[in-house]
C-alpha cells in the first residue's frame, strides 16, 4: 500500500504565480481531504470530495484557491494567484468511510516569496 | 459547530515517565473524538478513535484515551514514554451524522523527551 501521495514535496514560488499541488489518494477510499497547516491557524479542513464530488468547500480562504477531483485516483488544489500569506503546508488525506480513519500524506511545503 | 481545546502548547516528560495529554470539545451531541500524532516533517498518524460503546479507547504504540462526557474531555494517556514519543499531537472531533465528514482539529500538544 503505497498511502496517499503528494506531488511535489516542496514548492518556492513567487507571489502572483500560480500554483497546483496534486494528490493520489488510497485506492479503493472515496473521500479525500485537503488541509492547511499554519503556526498561526493550525490545521484547517478547506474542502472535500466524495466520490469525486465537493462536498464541503467552507474552508477554502478565497477565490483564489480551488480544487478539482477528476477521476477517484486524482485531485489538485490550485492557487491562483499565489501570495505569500498562503505559505503553509498543505496536506491531503483520504478515507474509506463515514468517519473512518482519515489517512494522510506527507504534505507539500509551500512558500510563496 | 464543534470545537476542541487542547490547552497545553508545550510539554516535557522524563523518557520512563507517564504522560497525560489533555484534550477538551464542545459539540451538541454524541461527538466521534480522535487522536492524531505528526512526527517533525510527517503527515499526521491516527493513534486512536472512540466512536461509541467502552470510554477507555486503546490505541497503537502503548496509548490510551478515556472519554469523559460529564468533562466533556478526551484525554490522552500513556504509561511510560519513549524518546520516539516526542512528535506533536493532535486532538480532533467529528460528526456522528452521516453526510458530515468534517475533522476539526485542536492546535497540537507539542511532547518534548528528555533522558
Known amino acids: 500500500d503505497a498511502g496517499v501521495i503528494q506531488s511535489p514535496r516542496h514548492e518556492v514560488t513567487e507571489m502572483g504565480q500560480e500554483v497546483t499541488l496534486r494528490c493520489k489518494p488510497i485506492s479503493g477510499h472515496d473521500y479525500l481531504f485537503w488541509y492547511r497547516q499554519t503556526m498561526m491557524r493550525g490545521l484547517e479542513l478547506l474542502i472535500y470530495?466524495?466520490?469525486?464530488?465537493?462536498?464541503?468547500d467552507s474552508g477554502m480562504p478565497e477565490d483564489r484557491f480551488s480544487a478539482k477531483m477528476p477521476n477517484a485516483s486524482f485531485s489538485t488544489l490550485k492557487i491562483q494567484p499565489s501570495e505569500p500569506r498562503d505559505s503553509a503546508v498543505y496536506f491531503c488525506a483520504s478515507s474509506s468511510g463515514h468517519q473512518e480513519t482519515q489517512y494522510f500524506g506527507p504534505g507539500t511545503r509551500l512558500l510563496v516569496l | 459547530a464543534q470545537s476542541v481545546t487542547q490547552p497545553d502548547i508545550h510539554i516535557t516528560v522524563s523518557e520512563g515517565a507517564s504522560l497525560e495529554l489533555r484534550c477538551n470539545y464542545s459539540y451538541g451531541a454524541t461527538p466521534y473524538l480522535f487522536w492524531y500524532v505528526q512526527s517533525p516533517g510527517q503527515g499526521l498518524q491516527l493513534l486512536l478513535k472512540y466512536f461509541s460503546g467502552d470510554t477507555l479507547v486503546q490505541g497503537i504504540k502503548g496509548f490510551e484515551a478515556e472519554f469523559k462526557r460529564s468533562q466533556s474531555s478526551f484525554n490522552l494517556r500513556k504509561p511510560s514514554v519513549h524518546w520516539s514519543d516526542a512528535a506533536e499531537y493532535f486532538c480532533?472531533?467529528?460528526?456522528?451524522?452521516?453526510?458530515?465528514?468534517?475533522?476539526?482539529f485542536g492546535t497540537g500538544t507539542r511532547l518534548t523527551i528528555i533522558p
Open positions: 470530495f466524495n466520490n469525486n464530488v465537493p462536498i464541503d
Open positions: 480532533a472531533v467529528g460528526a456522528a451524522n452521516f453526510g458530515n465528514e468534517k475533522l476539526t
